[in-house]
Structures are given as structure tokens and as C-alpha cells.
């Protein structure tokens, strides 16, 4: 979603930098977690961080927004009638510079057309749960890249945890109904480096830890390059009790890393590693890799490819950008939730792609004339799964257009796909802005199963980020 993205993607993509985990975009870092803001209806683009915009040299600085739309909700294949709405979301950022950002804000929907008898002003399913209280915090971050602590929160796109075998690109507002705030706190001490999360800090959802070590500075002591050579144990819980009730899963990983090749502004990993589902006899799987990162004034690139290896029902990525909905229903014909559907053993081969270019300079994070992520996983039985964003800034920054997509299960019978786009226009020296978007939906019902849907809206924003 690009209003998802709006809030998140500045502090995530520091995140990311600093865990060198690779993706920018709405992550924690870069994408390990991409951290968003709140999407008018549904899964659309990530877009450009207001905050970001607020220059880092700048000690305090304040920005204010405001944006009106019309959106509409629209049912498919028969489910229901439309939605309309007057969409009004005010927004306020604090940056305290690297160590303080408070982003706060949330769109209110107000009828009007549409739901039948008996519904209220306010659509009651963005604010039917404690969890759906936490999109007011759309950012609040304490630290930096260089603290021994340090804390994120706010809406979760594309996270990664550590080598991301367990969590990888993962959304927790992929479920249009449900908007919880997650968080991640990470921690430095001598050779290690821990990281926990939870994707919804008022819910029993997701969570997460995941411990590193750094093998050269445990041998022969601190080293000049940190994490040349790591070990890494990572586990998560799915409680399933927040945003609907699904069974509980528990998962673990074990990886190691060697950086081969270090040059200035250029990296080349090899990585192995396994895992598999306590408890569960035969849940295992394996995986094989090699990773490059480069950085240039310019150009910030990250790649992955990896071979893995799924036998008993396990399979890396477990937690995905899909898993907010496969958790009701898998993509396919079982209809069956994630927890309970069998997945075929075999192997697969995972490629990853994240860049960030400006013509310019990268060093002010609003500036991306491009920002490109896309994930790919092809499986020797036929299945492949994908997911993208692609960003652009046109016409000296004036013209912001964003789209998503999310295609699971493509060459097999039940294949799931969502997609969405947005479009900003900036006039009247940037400070007034003209937007568009539009997508599909999938909602989770009281059966377990998923309700397709569309939204679409139109509106005027205003800001002081120029």
C-alpha cells in the first residue's frame, strides 16, 4: 500500500542499513522490515516516507499533513453491495534527529453510501479490535544504526528477520480489517546481535527473535569489518489470537554466513543453513545461497539467490507477504489455513532483488527516482510465488507513482493475485497534492475463508514537507 508505505519506509530503510539485511523499501531493513503507514483500504504501493523528507542534518523539525478522498469499497463475484466513504486522515511527525521520530496519525473512514441497516458514520471494522488501535502509531523510533539498543514501531512491510528463512517480506496489514502496529527492538553486545519483534504489540499475533554471532570477533577478537563470519539461531511463534483466531505454529532456523569478497562499496556472501517445526517430526528444510550488496552515491543494490530444500510440510519464508491471509486460507484448491495444508517436498529456487537509485544522491532518504523490490520462488513441482513494488519520481519529483503485486501459487489451480497503484501529483509549489489509487482486496470471513473485493478513491493532501 503506498499510504502504508508513507509513514515506515524512512526509519526502515535506516533499519536496513544498519542491519545490513537488505531492502529499503517499507522494511525494517531494507527491506528486513520496511515499516509502513496506513493504506486507505487494502494492499496498495509503498511510496516515499514524509518524514524523510524532514532534512537528518535538521536537529528538530516538524512536518503536518492532511489529506481528504472519496474511496470506495466494491464487493466482487456477488458479495455484498458498495461502500462509499469520505476518507480523512491527519498526520504529525516529530524528528528528533537519529535517535527520536514520532509519526502519529490514521485515516477515518465516514459513510457515506452503502452497508445496509444499522451501520454507523465510522466504518466499524477499522477500529473493532485493540489491535486496530495501534495505526495511530504509524512511527516511533529511539536509536540508530550505531546504538546498542535501539527500537522500531509502527506497521510492518517486507520485514525480514535476520537471514529472513523464517520471516521474510513480511506484511502485517496485508488484511485489509485488520491494522495492528508491530515492533522491533535490536540490541549490540561485543560479538553479539539480537533482534526481536512482534507484529502486533496489542494482540497475541507474531514473535520473534533472532540471535547472531559473530565468529571472528569470539576468535581472535573485534575485527575491523563487523560480521564477515556469523552464526545465527532464529525462532518464531505464531500465537494466532489476534485478527482472527488460527492454530499456533512454532518454527526455528539455524544459518551461517561468510563474507568472501568485501571491496569498497561492494559485498558477496555465501550462506547455508536449516531448519523446521519443533514438535513435528520430518518438518525440516535446508537452504543454500550466495548474496551481493552494493552501495554507491547513488545506487543501492541488494541480491539474493538462494537453493532450498522443503520436506514434511516446512518451507523457508514460512512468513511471508501473503501469510496475514494464507493464516484463514492458502492459496489453491485445499481451502485449507497455512497451519493445517500440507506442502509438497521438494526444492526451490528463491531470487531477490532490491534497488534504490537516484540520478542525484541517495543520501536524503525522500530521494528515489526508483525503488524497485521484487521476490521470486520457483519449486521444482510447478508452483511459483512472487511479490513486487516498483516507485517512481517524475517531472522534478512533482509526479510520485507507485504499484504493487502479489501473485501465489502461479501454474497451479487456485493461484491468488492482488495488485494495486497509486499516483500523486504535487502543483502549487509541492504543498498541494492531487492523488489516485486502486486495487484488490481480499477479506478474511467468520468461515475462515477470503472474500475478494476492490477499492478505488481520489482526493487532495496538503503538507508543509516543502
Not at 529472513?164 to 502496529?181: E, I, K
Amino acid at each position: 500500500m503506498l499510504l502504508l508505505w508513507f509513514a515506515g519506509a524512512g526509519w526502515a530503510e535506516a533499519y536496513a542499513r544498519a542491519l545490513g539485511a537488505g531492502e529499503e523499501d517499507t522494511s525494517i531493513v531494507g527491506e528486513r522490515a520496511v515499516a509502513s503507514s496506513e493504506a486507505p483500504a487494502g494492499d496498495a504501493p509503498p511510496a516515499p516516507s514524509p518524514a524523510a523528507s524532514i532534512r537528518p542534518g535538521t536537529r528538530w523539525s516538524f512536518l503536518t499533513r492532511m489529506e481528504a478522498t472519496v474511496l470506495t469499497l466494491l464487493p466482487r463475484q456477488g458479495a455484498g453491495e458498495a461502500e462509499g466513504f469520505v476518507q480523512v486522515e491527519p498526520m504529525a511527525v516529530v524528528d528528533g534527529g537519529e535517535t527520536f521520530g514520532l509519526n502519529l496519525g490514521a485515516p477515518v473512514r465516514l459513510r457515506a453510501w452503502g452497508g445496509g441497516e444499522g451501520t454507523g458514520l465510522v466504518r466499524e471494522e477499522d477500529w473493532d479490535s485493540l489491535s486496530d488501535w495501534g495505526q495511530l502509531v504509524r512511527l516511533l523510533s529511539l536509536g540508530h544504526d550505531a546504538s546498542p539498543v535501539a527500537l522500531w514501531a509502527g506497521s510492518l512491510d517486507c520485514y525480514t528477520l535476520l537471514s529472513g528463512h523464517l520471516v521474510r517480506r513480511y506484511s502485517n496489514r496485508s488484511n485489509p480489517d485488520y491494522h495492528p502496529a508491530g515492533a522491533v527492538l535490536t540490541a549490540t553486545a561485543g560479538p553479539l546481535f539480537v533482534e526481536s519483534f512482534v507484529s502486533d504489540v496489542l494482540g497475541a499475533r507474531l514473535m520473534g527473535v533472532g540471535v547472531e554471532l559473530d565468529v571472528q570477533h569470539v576468535l581472535f577478537g573485534q575485527p575491523a569489518r563487523r560480521g564477515r563470519y556469523t552464526l545465527g539461531l532464529s525462532a518464531v511463534l505464531d500465537w494466532g489470537r489476534a485478527g482472527g483466531v488460527t492454530r499456533e505454529v512454532t518454527l526455528a532456523h539455524v544459518d551461517g554466513t561468510a563474507m568472501v569478497l568485501a571491496r569498497r562499496g561492494f559485498e558477496l556472501h555465501l550462506l547455508a543453513g536449516g531448519g523446521g517445526r519443533p514438535g513435528r517430526r520430518g518438518a525440516w528444510g535446508a537452504v543454500a545461497g550466495v548474496g551481493a550488496d552494493a552501495v554507491s552515491p547513488t545506487l543501492d543494490l541488494l541480491a539474493r539467490l538462494e537453493v532450498r530444500r522443503q520436506h514434511g510440510g516446512f518451507r523457508q519464508g514460512w512468513f511471508g507477504p501473503d501469510s496475514e491471509l494464507a493464516r484463514f486460507q492458502v492459496a489453491g484448491t485445499s481451502g485449507l489455513p497455512l497451519a493445517d495444508a500440507s506442502f509438497p517436498e521438494g526444492y526451490s529456487a528463491f531470487g531477490e532483488l532490491v534497488v534504490g537509485w537516484d540520478a542525484e544522491h541517495l543520501g536524503d532518504l525522500v530521494q528515489r527516482h526508483l525503488r524497485l523490490s521484487l521476490g521470486v520462488e520457483a519449486f521444482t513441482w510447478g508452483r511459483v510465488d512472487a511479490d513486487g513494488r516498483l516507485a517512481v519520481q517524475l517531472f522534478g519529483r512533482d509526479v510520485e507513482a507507485a504499484v504493487r503485486g502479489l501473485a501465489v501459487g502461479l501454474r497451479q489451480p487456485g493461484a491468488r493475485y492482488l495488485a494495486s497503484g497509486e499516483v500523486r501529483w504535487r502543483f502549487l509549489g509541492g504543498r498541494l497534492y492531487a492523488m489516485g489509487q486502486g486495487g484488490t482486496l481480499l477479506y478474511p470471513t467468520e468461515e475462515g475463508t477470503l472474500r475478494p473485493g476492490a477499492f478505488a478513491s481520489v482526493g487532495l493532501g496538503v503538507d508543509n514537507a516543502r
